[in-house]
């Protein structure tokens, strides 16, 4: 940051790169392009994309495309010293059998340490954020979770992304780099995929009350905000849950979102027959429960949320 500061207003720029340019990576470009970020119209936007098809979508947005694959560590060389700060918000491979499978089947986020290396060929940038995920955390019994807890994830899943972390915050000390960690759980709304609607629409079941547990939430729009709030804050190794304030079970988050969307209540059943009749991919978020604080998130990242409960999010 040093450099920048010492140019008059009208030449700083800074140059932000995403990588894993989704949703919520397009509605933080959208915020930065249209200068209601942080960033205040000052800033270049970059994205990483291993798909061609994507090139023109980008550009629509706004955002120069970059072509590299954090799965072919050859490609993302033009990444040395090319961002003054990083938003990161792809995830690790799935280990369903593709490149570096050994590495990701013993916990381990090669993408990570791939991103690592190329952007600490030269000159870092100033700040990076990650967004790992709430289930680092494992399942705390319905307990309240603040960050200072000791992240214990119980699937391969929320491992890589522990992994992922401590890649981070390592190269974070060794290279002077403010690094920001971001622990999402479920990210709803605007149209997004797989959301609660079109789960209701499939017939999904949900566990009966006394087998139910607390989820978490937040809206797509405040995540993007959060993330944006975390690039320009001076957090260093900081961890953040990015949350809102509900404090629901699982089956009561979709059956209010089946009343509000006037659709049926799904059914509830046994653990022992979700066992049985759900996919183990669905089974592990059902296995979790946990209640996130974000009081660090609101009073460090001073994020007020737009959608501070699931009945406003769903609503509007």
């Known amino acids: 940051m040093a450099f920048l500061g010492a140019l008059p207003a009208r030449f700083r720029r800074e140059r932000v790169l995403i990588v894993g340019c989704g949703d919520v990576g397009l509605r933080c470009a959208a915020l930065l392009g249209g200068g209601q970020g942080p960033g205040q119209g000052r800033v270049r936007l970059l994205a990483l994309t291993s798909s061609p098809q994507r090139l023109p979508d980008l550009r629509l947005a706004g955002v120069t495309p970059l072509l590299g694959d954090l799965d072919r560590p050859e ?44 952007l600490g060929r030269r000159s870092a940038p100033y700040k990076l954020v990650y967004g790992s995920t709430s289930g680092v955390y494992g399942d705390c019994a319905g307990q309240w979770v603040s960050e200072t807890r000791t992240p214990q994830p119980s699937t391969a899943r929320a491992q890589r992304r522990l992994d992922a972390e401590r890649t981070w915050r390592d190269w974070g000390r060794r290279r002077g780099v403010d690094v920001s960690l971001l622990r999402i759980p479920g990210i709803y709304g605007g149209g997004r995929p797989g959301g609660a609607q079109a789960r209701l629409l499939r017939g999904t079941p949900v566990l009966c009350p006394e087998d139910d547990v607390f989820t978490n939430h937040i809206h797509a729009d405040d995540l993007a905000r959060a993330c944006l709030r975390a690039l320009w804050c001076r957090a260093p190794q900081r961890a953040f849950n990015v949350c809102d304030d509900t404090d629901l079970r699982m089956g009561d988050y979709f059956d209010l979102a089946a009343d509000l969307y006037g659709l049926a209540r799904p059914a509830r059943i046994t653990r022992k027959q979700a066992e049985q009749q759900l996919s183990p991919a669905l089974l592990s978020f059902m296995s979790e429960s946990r209640r996130l604080r974000n009081q660090r998130m609101q009073r460090e990242l001073r994020l007020v949320l737009r959608f501070p409960s699931v009945w406003q999010g769903l609503k509007g």
Request: hydrophobic letters at 45%; glycine letters at 16%; a positive charge.
């Open 75 to 118: 490609t993302l060389a033009r990444l040395a010293g090319l961002a003054t700060r990083v938003l990161h918000l792809a995830p690790p491979p799935g280990g369903m059998g593709g490149p570096g499978d050994s590495v990701v089947s013993a916990g381990l986020d090669p993408r990570s340490r791939a991103l690592a290396q190329a």
